[in-house]
């Protein structure tokens, strides 16, 4: 292999595989001399790629952890299995990981090929991924236009479809995608009406960049504050409940509220340790419906104390599965 960067591509590639690669075998899958090897690695090391080397005969190589993640030299096959687990973790709100997937997508989709581009479509229209709650799918390319509308940033038009089934045409500065783990949000400035609206992206269509740029306007609050207090119509209550269960087996977004160090936004008391259970109180501004289910999905026995409607909320969902059953 004679062409020094597609040389080095490659090299990149075979250590970043989780071994310790000898130098001879490196010289041997490149067909370049041992010392060309050499030559190669202290060029990755330049550009700033944390090689390791091993004393010995043989001598040998591996990639270790440094300050940043280098970039990554994918397959085709490692390419395609990358972008469909992405699709879904974006297109279906998975907790945890649904904003970041939606940026390394977006980032990913740009440059796969288009034949890559055909397999990853084709894997995903032949799966079927069951959701949570009563959240809506979203398709990935919505998201991911949105996203890099979002990075630009640059402004936006789509059609959109509002609860009531009107359809309209926006033009948006898109400012931030927000996922409340059963839906995608996009919050934006509104050209038309000259002020921030919220939008449910799986009621948007045909998103398309307009290519004009814009200097960002300054939202006047957290934009998932934002986008709960749209919610409720700008109303939030406080949750207090007990879930007959250790700390360790509350799902994440509730241990957030228990453990130490948590985010922002809980309230005093946000996490309080209650004999046989664990007691958790936090501000809240979902519909009290959907909170109800989400704490029910959190599979460990729990009792809510207040609000009322919270509570109300509790009994009605309970009424309705005990009748699903009949007697």
Not at 44 to 51: A, C
Not at 294 to 305: D, I, N, Q, T, Y
Request: net charge neutral; charged share 25%.
């Amino acid at each position: 292999m004679t062409d020094t960067p597609a040389r080095l591509l490659s090299l990149l590639s075979l250590l970043q595989t989780p071994r310790e690669w000898p130098g001879s075998e490196l010289a041997e899958r490149l067909r370049v001399s041992a010392r060309t090897i050499r030559r190669d690695i202290d060029r990755l090391r330049e550009l700033g790629y944390p090689v390791e080397a091993t004393l010995g005969s043989e001598g040998g190589y591996r990639l270790v952890a440094g300050a940043a993640m280098p970039p990554l030299v994918l397959d085709d096959e490692e390419a395609v299995a990358i972008a469909v687990g992405l699709r879904a973790g974006a297109g279906h709100a998975i907790e945890g990981v649904e904003e970041a997937s939606v940026r390394a997508l977006a980032k990913l989709e740009q440059v796969l090929p288009g034949r890559l581009r055909r397999r990853v479509g084709a894997l995903q229209s032949a799966t079927v991924a069951v959701t949570r709650g009563d959240g809506a799918s979203v398709d990935p390319r919505t998201l991911t236009a949105i996203a890099s509308a979002v990075a630009g940033p640059e402004r936006l038009r789509f059609a959109y479809r509002a609860r009531d089934g009107a359809a309209t045409r926006r033009l948006v500065e898109p400012y931030r995608l927000v996922s409340t783990g059963s839906r995608w949000y996009l919050v934006a400035y509104d050209m038309e009406r000259e002020d921030w609206r919220t939008f449910r992206v799986d009621r948007v269509s045909e998103p398309s960049a307009t290519g004009a740029r814009f200097v960002g306007r300054e939202l006047p609050m957290d934009p998932v504050e934002f986008v709960r207090r749209g919610l409720r119509g700008g109303e939030t209550y406080q949750v207090d409940v007990t879930f007959a269960g250790a700390v360790g087996e509350l799902p994440e977004w509730v241990r957030e509220f228990v453990e130490p160090g948590g985010p922002a936004g809980g309230g005093a008391g946000a996490g309080i340790q209650a004999g046989a259970g664990v007691r958790v109180r936090f501000e809240s501004a979902d519909a009290p419906e959907w909170l109800v289910a989400r704490l029910a999905l959190a599979g460990v026995p729990f009792s809510v104390h207040g609000p009322g409607v919270l509570v109300e909320a509790a009994r009605a969902l309970g009424a309705r599965l005990t009748g699903a059953v009949g007697p």
